[in-house]
């Protein structure tokens, strides 16, 4: 199974992306979420959702401004990023896995990987 993520580009700021990622088949993840790493620094968590039930978790710096919503028809996942900010500029990684939730917001819970899209925003 592969996830594919599409949607990054380039925004002002104050602007909003959309990003979509598809799983090529059903992933038995109990989570998937978004990461994303900015140049020189660690991959982050941002958001996630569990896959039955739908409970949703976010980073503080992004409450508010976006939501991760999921399509279990679809197997994909998606991360709508309004009232973007300079600093929300990163490659987005997506990421399925059997997290727990004690394990959900870490890179470590997420055995499945997108090959990351660009999100640019201008100040």
């Known amino acids: 199974v592969q996830l594919q993520a599409s949607g990054g580009g380039l925004a002002q700021a104050g602007g909003s992306l959309r990003l979509s990622c598809a799983a090529s088949?059903?992933?038995?993840?109990?989570?998937m979420g978004w990461f994303r790493q900015a140049p020189g620094k660690e991959r982050e968590f941002v958001a996630t959702?569990?896959?039955?039930?739908?409970?949703?978790y976010y980073t503080d710096s992004v409450k508010g401004r976006f939501t991760i919503s999921k399509d279990n028809a679809k197997n994909a996942v998606y991360l709508q990023m309004n009232s973007l900010k300079f600093e929300d500029t990163a490659v987005y990684y997506c990421?399925?896995?059997?997290?727990?939730?004690?394990?959900?917001?870490?890179?470590?819970?997420?055995?499945?990987w997108g090959q990351g899209t660009q999100v640019t925003v201008s100040s």
């Open positions: 990421a399925a896995g059997r997290a727990i939730i004690s394990t959900s917001t870490t890179p470590r819970g997420y055995s499945l």
């Open positions: 088949g059903r992933t038995d993840s109990t989570y």
């Open positions: 959702i569990r896959w039955n039930g739908g409970h949703t």
